[in-house]
């Protein structure tokens, strides 16, 4: 019904009812329910889980929430992610958010009406209120997930930190920010309902807050503020604070812009990028259009060819190392062939080298033998003739 170029307008005569479509999604989004997943980064210690606890007026780490109890609507959950020095276990975990829905879409029996959606809608960037440059390890950890989600940055416990030195500080941290070409959240201007309280809320970022479930009494009534020494700072007081702000942008102005931008920005690119690596693409050579069956088929051929290639290569190689081992065995064949000949060969020499060292030797003891018996016959002879005289 809007007014395209193309499309003639016509003018209703009674009443259809198209206005209710709003109360149909409130409706629908009551009953199913609907996962709104906030992740809080910052150092130990800098206020996350105070200012959640604030934010959703509860105490997460103590309450246990029923799966039978009607009012509940929002499931919140906390992750503790492990101390580290790099942003990579951040990575990972929303890179495995999103592929498990990537699994969960891709299924023939999809049931993603009642899937629960983990994947990440806000990250609540956490700063000290140090009032020098941003770490290094902060810059570099926003710059390489604001690809991968909604970053908001939040200086916690603005309450340490005096409002002169607040503001200067705000602006250097988004010069910083923009100079480093780090993408933080843009609240969204082309809804006329919150169009001017977005471009405004842009331009006064980021939120400095205070994060606090302690009650103080003020005027009569009971309010949360953090009480130190030096005073009292309300966290809903807006002169106090930015927490009010930051509340209502995320949660009342913007959670389902926050919702989308996840699902058609950032969960869209992950799914670009995985459908790539596997070698999808809208588009095939001279940019053509090519459908999801053209690609399967042209994997599918390129695969086989590549398949057949590989057989063939491997059948080259087993041909060749035959060869190279018959060749071996025929070398091997051959020198024990030429050794068993020259022992054969060898065999009759040494036998007639035996026989010539018997002949010898026999030749010798007949020699001694004949030099004997010589020698006795002479003496016989000499004694004969000594008796005959
Ligand atoms: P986390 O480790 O980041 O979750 O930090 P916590 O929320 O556990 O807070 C650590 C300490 O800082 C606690 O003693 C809090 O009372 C205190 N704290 C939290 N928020 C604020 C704040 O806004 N201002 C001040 N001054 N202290 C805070």
Known sequence: LSPCKNICSLTMSSHVGFESLPDQLVNRSIQQGFCFNILCVGETGIGKSTLTDTLFNTNFEDQESSHFC??????AQTYKLQESNSYQPIADYIDAQFEAYLQEEMKIKQSLFNYHDSRIHVCLYFLSPTGHSLKTLDLLTMKNLDSKMNIIPVIAKADTISKTELQKFKIKLMSELVSNGVQIYQFPTDD?????????????????????????????????????????????????????????????????????????????????????????????????????????????????????????????????????????????????LKRVHQEERMKPEEKRRILDKEIIDFSKKKATCEIFQTQSFLATGSNLRKDKD
């Open 70 to 75: 009607p009012p509940v609507k929002l499931k």
């Open 192 to 336: 006329d309902t919150v169009a001017r309280i977005n471009a405004a809320m842009n331009g006064q970022l980021s939120f400095a807050v205070v994060g606090s479930m302690d009650e103080v009494k003020i005027r009569n009534k009971m309010v949360k503020a953090h009480q130190d020494p030096w005073g009292v700072v309300q966290v809903e007081n807006e002169n106090h604070c930015d927490f009010v702000k930051l509340r209502e942008m995320l949660i009342c102005k913007n959670m389902e812009d926050l919702r989308k931008q996840t699902h058609t920005r950032h969960y869209k690119l992950y799914r670009r990028c995985k459908s790539e690596e596997m070698g999808f693409s809208d588009v095939g050579p001279e940019n053509k259009p090519v459908s999801l069956q053209e690609t399967y088929e042209a994997k599918r051929h390129e695969f086989h060819g590549e398949r057949q290639r590989k057989e063939e290569e491997m059948k080259q190689m087993s041909v060749q190392r035959v060869k190279e081992k018959e060749a071996i065995l025929k070398e091997a064949k051959f020198e024990h």
